[in-house]
């Protein structure tokens, strides 16, 4: 009775490990998915903003049109690096830095559209005029660094790239010289005209370097038709019959 209460309550605990279990792997996979929605989300929702802009920079005039553009500008050069720099990373593990420091820079672009996005809907225009051109050299310098990290990234893969080239081409040269190698060997082996050596002692050396290869159409030690449809034996047999001597008066 007390072996089968307890193995009851392993049955019961071994249920429950399974439950537990199966509760944080869908939570975990419920935050997954909420995580790629909201990236998603927000992807889609930075190109509609990005389309706004670009469209108030052609249809608004004055400082709306300035600022659409200061706040596209900055957003082209960032979403730009991070592309280079997250293409690259897979290849280039120190690219891992450089993604760290934009996102520090991605912080401060933030709070910058931010101010500008208020600086956008204010009503004075002197006001917008004191404020816009310190708003846009901080924004340039944003931008400066951020373009800086995607020329050096976009330097540096291009640096790797040609490396990589020039070594597999060397690699591909030895190999080539080590595929043509038989022609050195083949003119040792066979030697030259005048050489003492008589085409016997070639096919003798050629056969001692190895079983000389039947070739796929020089018929030699192939099947015959006959052999093939298995009509040899009886052609044998009706060759000897028609070899052997007739009997007759001529035999005596």
């Given at each position: 009775?007390?072996v089968f209460g307890v193995?009851?309550?392993?049955?019961?605990?071994f249920?429950v490990a399974?439950?537990?279990?199966a509760?944080i792997g869908?939570?975990?996979?419920?935050k997954?998915v909420?995580?790629?929605i909201?990236?998603?989300?927000?992807?889609?929702r930075?190109?509609?903003?990005?389309v706004?802009l670009?469209?108030?920079?052609y249809?608004?005039?004055?400082?709306?049109?300035?600022?659409?553009s200061v706040?596209?500008g900055?957003?082209?050069?960032?979403?730009g690096?991070?592309?280079?720099?997250e293409a690259g990373?897979?290849?280039d593990g120190?690219?891992?830095?450089s993604l760290?420091?934009?996102?520090?820079?991605?912080?401060?672009?933030?709070?910058?559209?931010?101010?500008?996005r208020?600086?956008?809907r204010e009503?004075?225009?002197?006001?917008?005029?004191?404020k816009?051109?310190?708003?846009?050299?901080r924004?340039e310098r944003?931008t400066?660094?951020?373009?800086?990290?995607?020329?050096?990234a976009q330097?540096?893969?291009?640096r790797?790239?040609?490396?990589?080239?020039?070594?597999?081409s060397?690699e591909?040269?030895?190999?080539?010289?080590?595929?043509?190698?038989w022609?050195?060997?083949?003119?040792g082996?066979?030697?030259?005209?005048g050489?003492?050596?008589?085409?016997?002692?070639a096919?003798?050396?050629?056969?001692?370097?190895?079983?000389?290869?039947?070739?796929?159409t020089?018929?030699k030690?192939?099947p015959?038709?006959?052999e093939?449809l298995?009509?040899?034996d009886?052609?044998?047999?009706?060759?000897?019959?028609l070899?052997?001597?007739?009997?007759?008066?001529?035999?005596?």
């Amino acid at each position: 009775m007390d072996v089968f209460g307890v193995m009851i309550g392993l049955v019961l605990l071994f249920g429950v490990a399974v439950m537990v279990l199966a509760v944080i792997g869908t939570v975990k996979a419920a935050k997954a998915v909420g995580a790629k929605i909201e990236k998603h989300e927000a992807t889609a929702r930075r190109a509609v903003e990005n389309v706004g802009l670009k469209a108030k920079t052609y249809t608004k005039v004055g400082p709306p049109a300035q600022i659409a553009s200061v706040r596209l500008g900055l957003r082209t050069a960032l979403d730009g690096t991070r592309q280079v720099l997250e293409a690259g990373l897979a290849q280039d593990g120190q690219l891992g830095e450089s993604l760290a420091l934009l996102d520090r820079l991605d912080a401060h672009a933030a709070e910058l559209d931010g101010e500008l996005r208020i600086l956008e809907r204010e009503p004075d225009t002197a006001r917008i005029a004191a404020k816009l051109p310190d708003l846009r050299e901080r924004a340039e310098r944003i931008t400066h660094s951020a373009e800086s990290m995607r020329w050096a990234a976009q330097d540096r893969m291009h640096r790797f790239a040609d490396d990589e080239l020039t070594r597999l081409s060397q690699e591909c040269e030895s190999e080539a010289g080590a595929l043509r190698h038989w022609d050195v060997a083949g003119d040792g082996a066979s030697g030259t005209p005048g050489a003492s050596g008589s085409s016997g002692s070639a096919g003798a050396s050629g056969t001692a370097g190895g079983a000389a290869r039947a070739g796929l159409t020089d018929g030699k030690e192939r099947p015959s038709a006959e052999e093939l449809l298995g009509l040899a034996d009886p052609l044998s047999k009706l060759a000897q019959r028609l070899r052997k001597p007739s009997a007759g008066p001529s035999a005596g």
